[in-house]
Nanobody
Framework: QVQLVESGGGVVQAGGSLRLSCRASGSIFRWSMAWYRRPPGKQRELVASIATGGTTNYAEAVKGRFTISRDNAKNTVYLHMDSLKQEDTAVYYC???????????WGQGTQVTVSS
């Protein structure tokens, strides 16, 4: 099992950029990683994922604006967010799933607020 800690959230103006980081307590080599978000008053939704081999997947709403990446040597996953919109305002959560196992882990979340 790993523990996940997100950082990098904050308040940014529309059109700006932020980079979120998710640091794991142990090796993420065998873990698929993802970022989810929960907008105010809505359900949690998948934002982006990255497999152990590096294959990425994005929600339509963020394609072309967000980039997910991983640094296995640093046990860290990143979410680089450009051209932020007010509708990107949410609590962002890091998620990990161990390959060929039901084991998962969630971070505690980090708030991203995009102002007009």
């Amino acid at each position: 099992q790993v523990q996940l800690v997100e950082s990098g959230g904050g308040v940014v103006q529309a059109g700006g950029s932020l980079r979120l980081s998710c640091r794991a307590s142990g090796s993420i080599f065998r873990w698929s990683m993802a970022w989810y978000r929960r907008p105010p008053g809505k359900q949690r939704e998948l934002v982006a994922s990255i497999a152990t081999g590096g294959t990425t997947n994005y929600a339509e709403a963020v394609k072309g604006r967000f980039t997910i990446s991983r640094d296995n040597a640093k046990n860290t996953v990143y979410l680089h967010m450009d051209s932020l919109k007010q509708e990107d305002t949410a609590v962002y959560y890091c998620y990990a799933k161990l390959w060929a196992s039901p084991s998962i882990a969630w971070g505690q979340g980090t708030q991203v607020t995009v102002s007009s």
